[in-house]
């Protein structure tokens, strides 16, 4: 059942990469493997979250967001700034039939304004450097809430610089790990809220990215 939904959702997003340009990848067959299975890679990693609802940031087409949504049945927002990506993501919940799963239109900056503290986990893939995601998860972040990140390359220095900011943001590196995807190589790192920042967050909106910690 969940194999065929992860199927009909890769089908509409190749169909609407035809007319809006949502994905790189054009055949079911590379699909698979660099959207679905590299969504789930991160499973383990949501199942260890606490309960409660899920936050996909910066969705695109809906990757890692609704595979996530579809086998771990946590209720679900995908969020993305871009409103004609969130109208396609819309028209895919519909289609797909997962009422358990919702889109927020906006900047991650202002979700967190109206929804603080809200999720028990946050996934970001392939967004942006660890401190930064760090910086805009914290504020949407339960107390014990996860922050699961999809890297590709991170270097020592990327690495470094995260981690010196743990007890500003209060957050703490729980796990990483990294997968082999055919060609690919993924790294899912994990950091836990584990207190209040030492600054008030969020920063004014685009901050995080203009002028990082």
Not at 24 to 38: C, K, N, Q, T, Y
Not at 50 to 60: N, Q, T
Request: with cysteine; net charge negative.
């Amino acid at each position: 059942m969940h194999d065929d939904l992860l199927r009909r959702h890769l089908e509409l997003v190749i169909e609407a990469n035809k007319t809006t340009n949502i994905t790189r990848i054009e055949s079911m067959e590379e699909g698979m493997v660099l959207h679905v299975e590299d969504s789930l890679v991160g499973l383990p990693e949501l199942e260890a979250a606490p309960a409660g609802r899920y936050a996909d940031l910066g969705s695109g087409a809906g990757y890692p967001g609704i595979p996530l949504a579809v086998e771990t049945g946590r209720e679900t927002l995908l969020v993305d700034s871009v409103g004609k990506k969130v109208s396609i993501l819309d028209g895919f919940i519909e289609k797909l039939e997962l009422p358990h799963v919702s889109t927020y239109a906006g900047r991650i900056e202002d979700l967190a304004r109206e929804r603080p503290g809200e999720f028990a986990v946050v996934t970001a893939r392939a967004l942006a450097k660890l401190s930064v995601l760090m910086e805009l998860a914290c504020p949407l972040l339960q107390q014990g809430g996860r922050l699961v990140c999809y890297k590709a390359h991170v270097d020592d220095e990327e690495f470094a610089h995260a981690r010196s900011l743990q007890e500003k943001l209060g957050m703490k590196l729980v796990s990483d790990r990294s997968v082999s995807l055919g060609d690919n190589a993924r790294r899912i790192i994990v950091f836990e809220r584990v207190g209040n920042p030492s600054i008030s967050l969020p920063r004014r909106t685009g901050m995080a990215q203009k002028k990082p910690l």
